[in-house]
């Protein structure tokens, strides 16, 4: 039960707040609560806002909205009704925030200036009441904003995307029109601009090569081009423990490796290079280094070198030793991950599901060491050199292939098109200088690979042709996609072309519907957003002058978003203490526990503040991508453990104000 408490804190706190603050504190006004009565004054409230004109500040936002259309410089058409929604839907997120903030933050403190307010609580109209109505008021306004910028936004984009529409068709009547242009203006001309479709997006991006062609059973990493990483979970008794005292914690590596197949022969005199591994510690989130090679010692002697993290593979019992102090700042962070960097393109490495092992060594009572190994939590991830366009995917060479693994899961039956099932690609692409110069395409072959059947669909692979940050459409059989656990193999064709890949390259369509529709879902989620700033610039002003009010409303909706873009996750303490510290252990512990301190104290205030994070929906629609329904499920979640709790609050302040004589 504690766990269960523990685990819906906040509902938990939401709740008894609620329940003290309005059932048992105010629960005579309870009884007298009277929709007819909140309703009224809500309406009074509307009418209120609609005398000082805030709706004329939706003309305005209408005019920057056509006026910066006009003025952008977009890449093509589609690019440029993207941008002109994402324009409409700032302006209107931005006006109905600022009202909605302005409003709700000003109208009580002005009633009670004004004395409006007397003539209120002398009618039989109960404290509870007036905040509801005044809520319901502020939805009403904000509401009216939404449904003005909801039709302007409909028309303008409908004009818009007439008009890029005919400037399609007036481009493929060019006979002079390249293949590829034709081929991709042809699908906005069929399809429309305007649309809003179901996507499916990959778990998971890796990368391997590949010495059979066809064979995708066998993870192999070239060296000098790909990466793996694998994450470990750890507590403080690996270094707490008394039993542990005196230990060695060394990684230990147990790739195999052979020979890249077609290697062309060195220069006399140039030795053989040795097989080996380059270690570096990372975060949780493998984005942020905690450990360089620098900071790691030789495991065994002679077997590593002892300045830069490498364990020769070629060498019995290859690892590298993680020094102690170093250690017990990864004990506190708890999640860690281990890069592991192959070393020469001669070589082949095999990952296996368990690659790398952290052994806790310790003096046993007989003089034999006694050897604890932890493994990592998951299989490792493989990964491709990264460059300005993501993870680079290159050509066959020296009889090698790279291929990049696209991890489809849980997906839905998609729609198909006359028995193909459509996809969206979208890469980055690094062309040679003799490759520019003689105009040949990038193209990348694609195949599916049925996890479910055990089955790689490569006889009659897709060829896509390609163009640096540019949607291509692409079509596989609908056979292929039978279950819901399948990977997109992708290769690369073009010997003078590197491909940059993300996780996001690769989209599954996988149904459509009417944009008007997803419009209407973002102003419904724009609305809730709208919604909440009134409740919590209302709760404000209860208890301050309205300008404070509104800055301390800021400051309450974008804490914690503004912290979550300081990225202070985990390691963040080890990754200060390494950049000062240096390799100062003592001064290294200081640091990071220092600076873990600090970053414990802010997540505990931003810890209670609103997550606006499941409101931000502009990027989503300018995709085209749709706004299910379930995508409601996470802002009325927010208004439920902050909105309504902050109603409660203000009620139980208002109460005891005194508003009037």
Request: net charge neutral; charged share 15%.
């Amino acid at each position: 039960m504690p766990e269960f408490i523990a685990a819906n804190f906040a509902w938990f706190l939401a709740s008894l707040i609620i329940l003290v603050g309005v059932f048992l504190y105010g629960f005579a006004d309870i009884t007298r609560l009277s929709v007819g009565r909140v309703w009224a004054i809500g309406g009074v409230c509307f009418r209120d806002a609609i005398r000082r004109k805030v709706l004329w500040v939706t003309p305005l936002a209408m005019l920057g909205v056509v006026v910066v259309s006009m003025l952008q410089h977009p890449v093509d058409q589609p690019d440029a009704i993207r941008q002109t929604i994402k324009f409409c839907f700032f302006a209107s997120g931005l006006v109905v925030t600022i009202i909605a903030l302005i409003v709700a933050a000003t109208n009580l403190p002005r009633d009670i200036e004004s004395r409006v307010v007397f003539t209120i609580v002398t009618k039989p109209v109960t404290r509870l009441e007036i905040v509801l109505g005044k809520i319901v008021g502020f939805a009403r306004v904000s509401a009216a904003m939404l449904l003005i910028m909801g039709l302007f936004t409909w028309g303008y984009l409908h004009l818009r995307a007439w008009y890029l529409g005919k400037q399609i068709s007036w481009t493929l009547a060019s006979p002079q029109l390249d293949p590829a242009q034709r081929e991709w203006l042809q699908h906005f001309e069929d399809e429309g601009l305007l649309f809003s479709q179901t996507i499916y997006t990959p778990v998971r991006l890796a990368q391997y090569s590949d010495i059979q062609n066809s064979s995708i059973s066998k993870l192999f990493i070239l060296g000098g081009a790909q990466d793996a990483i694998a994450t470990f979970v750890i507590d403080r008794s690996i270094i707490d423990d008394p039993s542990l005292a005196g230990s060695t914690y060394r990684l230990v590596y147990r790739i195999p490796y052979q020979s890249a197949p077609k290697l062309s022969p060195l220069p006399a005199g140039v030795p053989e290079p040795h097989p080996s591994i380059t270690t570096v510690i990372l975060n949780g989130q493998a984005d942020q280094t905690l450990v360089s090679p620098q900071q790691l010692t030789r495991a065994v002697a002679g077997t590593s070198d002892p300045s830069a993290g490498i364990a020769r593979l070629d060498l019995p019992n290859p690892g590298v030793d993680i020094p102690t102090g170093i250690m017990s700042q990864l004990a506190n962070i708890g999640t860690f991950t281990v890069q592991m960097i192959p070393s020469s393109e001669r070589y082949l490495y095999e990952i296996t599901s368990d690659p790398v092992a952290l052994q806790v060594i310790t003096p046993g009572p007989d003089g034999q060491p006694v050897v604890r190994e932890l493994l990592p939590k998951a299989p490792p991830l493989t990964r491709g050199s990264v460059g300005r366009s993501g993870q680079q995917l290159r050509s066959a060479e020296n009889g090698v292939e790279p291929l990049a693994i696209f991890r489809f899961l849980d997906v839905q039956k998609p729609r198909t098109i006359n028995g193909k099932v459509p996809f969206e690609l979208k890469v980055g692409v690094d062309r040679s200088a003799a490759d520019t110069d003689t105009g040949d395409k990038t193209t990348l072959e694609i195949t599916v690979a049925d996890r479910v059947k055990g089955k790689h669909f490569s006889e009659q692979p897709v060829l896509v042709n390609v163009e640096n940050r540019r949607t291509a459409f692409f079509t596989v059989p609908a056979e292929w996609i039978e279950n819901d656990d399948f990977d997109v193999v992708i290769k690369n064709r073009s010997p003078n072309s590197t491909v940059g890949l993300i996780p996001s390259s690769v989209l599954l369509v996988a149904d459509r519907e009417p944009f008007v529709i997803n419009l209407l879902k973002g102003l419904g989620v724009l609305w809730l957003f709208s919604l909440l700033v009134a409740i919590i610039a209302f709760f404000c002003s209860t208890f301050l002058s309205w300008p404070i009010a509104v800055v301390l409303s800021l400051l309450i909706l974008l804490g914690r978003w503004t912290w979550m873009q300081l990225d202070t996750g985990s390691g963040f303490g080890a990754q200060v203490a390494n950049e000062f510290a240096g390799n100062n252990p003592g001064l290294a512990r200081v640091v990071s526990g220092s600076v873990d301190a600090l970053t414990s104290g802010f997540n505990l205030i931003t810890s209670v503040l609103p997550d606006i994070s499941p409101f931000g929906i502009v990027e989503q629609i300018e995709r085209g991508s749709t706004i299910a329904w379930s995508q409601f499920l996470p802002p009325l979640t927010v208004l439920g453990l902050f909105g309504l709790p902050l109603i409660a609050l203000a009620y139980v302040i208002l109460r005891n104000k005194e508003v009037a004589p």
